[in-house]
């Protein structure tokens, strides 16, 4: 079974039902693949302090994904070429994604892969439901699932 880790900052639980409901509804449909686990990191105000929480949280081995707005923008195919290539040689894919001030140029370089989402804002509780969604759409694209189209 492969393992991915979101690694996030906020320092709240998600509030909003919905976006919980979402995040719950995908990882039950990855569930039979995957092991996903959510860890959350207090957000501080501070990057490096908030930085360094984030690296403790990081598998070593695991391939790392920083969500970052100067990361590469990708269709969802190549993410699921991503994923699934890199997938096969690591034990584990930890995604990144930083507080609303961003992520500390250690966790960037730390990183094996910078990923940007859009050139948009968008929350994070939102971002969580969206690579969310991402995930489960490459796993559709990867198994022939009609998903994706």
């Given at each position: ?20 409901d ?43 994904i ?77 198994t ?6």
């Amino acid at each position: 079974m492969r393992k991915i880790n979101i690694i996030y900052a906020g320092g709240i639980k998600t509030q909003e039902k919905y976006y919980q409901d979402a995040i719950d509804e995908y990882i039950k449909r990855l569930s039979r693949d995957f092991k996903i686990n959510n860890i959350e990191i207090k957000e501080n105000v501070n990057l490096k302090t908030e930085g360094k929480k984030i690296l403790e949280k990081i598998n070593p081995s695991a391939f790392k994904i920083a969500l970052c707005i100067e990361g590469k923008k990708l269709t969802s195919e190549d993410f699921a070429s991503l994923l699934y290539s890199r997938g096969e040689l690591c034990s584990s894919v930890d995604f990144i994604i930083g507080s609303s001030h961003g992520l500390s140029d250690e966790v960037k370089k730390s990183a094996d892969y910078l990923l940007s989402m859009s050139d948009m804002t968008f929350t994070h509780r939102l971002a969580r439901v969206m690579l969310m969604e991402q995930i489960y759409r490459a796993y559709a694209i990867e198994t022939g699932k009609r998903y994706h189209k």
